[in-house]
Nanobody, 118 residues
Framework: VQLVESGGGLVQPGGSLRLSCAAS????????MSWYRQAPGKERDLVAA????????HYADSVKGRFTISRDNAKNTVFLQMNSLKPEDTAVYSC????????????WGQGTQVTVSS
């Protein structure tokens, strides 16, 4: 099983990034997917989650209206479009897979760093 994140980097406040998480080794279309983030010295927080069919979505209050989670089951990939980025969005972003929507995560990626700074 592999989850490989990409798309992180350094961006100015107000900018945008699109994260991708490519999955392999399991039946992607049967798993709910989530994005989490962890800032230095803080706990890991759920950012967004999407069910296996992409029809049920959850966002943390802090990112509602700015971030969009989506998935392409044909390409075994989940995305996180991040707009209007703020310095407080700086963190390592990781994707996870779970057979249950909003579950604790059975499989995890290594994460990608997002830094929002001028």
């Amino acid at each position: 099983v592999q989850l490989v994140e990409s798309g992180g980097g350094l961006v100015q406040p107000g900018g945008s990034l699109r994260l991708s998480c490519a999955a392999s080794g399991f039946i992607f279309s049967s798993f709910a997917m989530s994005w989490y983030r962890q800032a230095p010295g803080k706990e890991r927080d759920l950012v967004a989650a999407v069910n296996s069919r992409g029809r049920t979505i959850h966002y943390a209050d802090s990112v509602k209206g700015r971030f969009t989670i989506s998935r392409d089951n044909a390409k075994n990939t989940v995305f996180l479009q991040m707009n209007s980025l703020k310095p407080e969005d700086t963190a390592v972003y990781s994707c996870s897979a779970d057979q249950w929507y909003m579950g604790p995560g059975q499989y995890w990626g290594q994460g990608t760093q997002v830094t929002v700074s001028s």
